[in-house]
């Protein structure tokens, strides 16, 4: 049976000056981030991150002080409520002061990404593609910097469903994508890791100038926005 997959969206102006929201180990972390760029889209991650799993688990977010996200030992974030580790999965990607968190079942590895689609340097797809993806990029009817774009990202969500991140080489995964669209602008792809014998289910979408993916080892239902999040609730 599919699976029920959910989304938030958060823009840097809905972020907090204050920090209050942050339990006492992330605010550790966040001392130690030196670079101004990183500590924002570090907080704004984290921020979209327990919004998300509070709406998710119908919580109050006045309790996101005893939810930690942290990262596990391969990079990939996991949740805890005092100590005690969540019943969830979840993803976190930013981009342009835009983060994005995906959830869904524990034991059902996800991962999501969101990139601006711009154009990319001369090459990229030939170092980072698999043939057929080229021909894809280069074939497409979404247009060259679309499709280029829709690759790497769906890449890099199923790299993170993999909890490897771009420690793979990115040639190993192909990116298979239709591009017919739902109502809601949804469409498919297939992520296929023939080393780990996995195929990935995913859904992508354009939205503001951004496209989002998001993978699921499993088969997934149309990912569903979280209440108070819209589709992709970017301000201008």
Not at 38 to 43: G, I, L, T, V, Y
Not at 120 to 141: K, L, T, V
Not at 180 to 186: C, E, H, M, R, S
Request: include cysteine; glycine fraction near 8%; proline fraction near 8%.
């Amino acid at each position: 049976m599919p699976v029920r997959i959910v989304f938030l969206a958060q823009s840097m102006t809905e972020l907090p000056a204050a920090d209050d929201w942050l339990s006492e180990g992330e605010k550790a972390i966040l001392a130690g981030l030196r670079f101004p760029k990183r500590r924002a889209d570090w907080r704004l991650g984290r921020w979209t991150a327990k919004r998300a799993i509070c709406r998710y688990e119908a919580k109050d977010f006045s309790s996101s002080r005893s939810l930690e996200i942290r990262a596990a030992a391969d990079g990939a974030p996991e949740a805890f409520w005092n100590n005690t580790p969540a019943d969830l999965s979840l993803s976190i990607s930013h981009s342009r002061g835009r983060s994005l968190c995906a959830i869904g079942p524990r034991g059902n590895p996800i991962g999501c990404d969101l990139e601006w689609i711009e154009p990319r340097e001369g090459g990229f797809a030939e170092a980072y593609f698999a043939d057929e993806e080229s021909r894809f990029a280069e074939q497409s009817p979404l247009g060259p910097d679309v499709a280029v774009n829709l690759i790497w990202s769906a890449k890099e969500s199923v790299m993170k469903a993999l909890r490897q991140g771009l420690r793979l080489d990115t040639r190993s995964i192909v990116i298979a994508p239709e591009t017919q669209v739902d109502a809601l602008g949804w469409a498919r792809f297939r992520g296929i890791h023939p080393e780990s014998s996995g195929v990935f289910a995913g859904w992508w979408r354009i939205d503001c100038g951004f496209v989002c993916t998001i993978a699921s080892r499993r088969p997934a239902l149309v990912p569903e926005p979280l209440p108070g999040g819209g589709v992709l609730p970017f301000l201008p």
